[in-house]
């Protein structure tokens, strides 16, 4: 009976032990504001810059259009000017718009640090891979409707 008062004791030193250390690790874990904490505090100047971007980059776009439409109206009085037929007309507008818009993209893609080349590499392989060969053919990568 006495051993076994003896190993109740030692239990009970043993939990007491177990309480203050698990007290002093939440003390500690109070004063460090922990993993989430620090990846919390990194995380808010990557968001303001990322906003900053987004917020420069739609300026960018509204003043990159502003300009190409004004760059449209020009070639569209100076075709009129020059009694270019409606034909060529409406297929040079159009090619210059889109090429335009494409150089756009390329300088906001090049804000967000995306790299250009990349993507005009992409665009190249995609125009090759359309247009069809002349020993193949003329429309030999074209889909058939049959």
Not at 76 to 97: A, N, Y
Not at 101 to 130: N, Q
């Amino acid at each position: 009976m006495l051993a076994e008062n003896v190993e109740g004791i030692a239990n009970a030193t043993e939990t007491v032990e177990m309480l203050n250390q698990a007290q002093e690790n939440l003390q500690e874990v109070a004063k460090n504001p922990g993993i989430v904490g620090t990846w919390l505090q990194g995380l808010i100047p990557d968001l303001l810059n990322f906003a900053f971007q987004v917020v420069v980059s739609i300026i960018i776009y509204i003043v990159g259009s502003k300009i190409i439409n004004l760059i449209l109206k020009m070639f569209r009085k100076s075709m009129e000017r020059r009694d270019v037929d409606t034909g060529v007309r409406q297929f040079v507008l159009p090619l210059i718009k889109y090429a335009l818009y494409l150089v756009l993209i390329f300088i906001i893609m090049g804000l967000f640090g995306i790299a250009t080349t990349s993507a005009v590499a992409v665009l190249g392989s995609c125009l090759l891979y359309t247009s069809p060969s002349p020993r193949d053919g003329l429309l030999s990568r074209m889909p058939s409707s049959a």
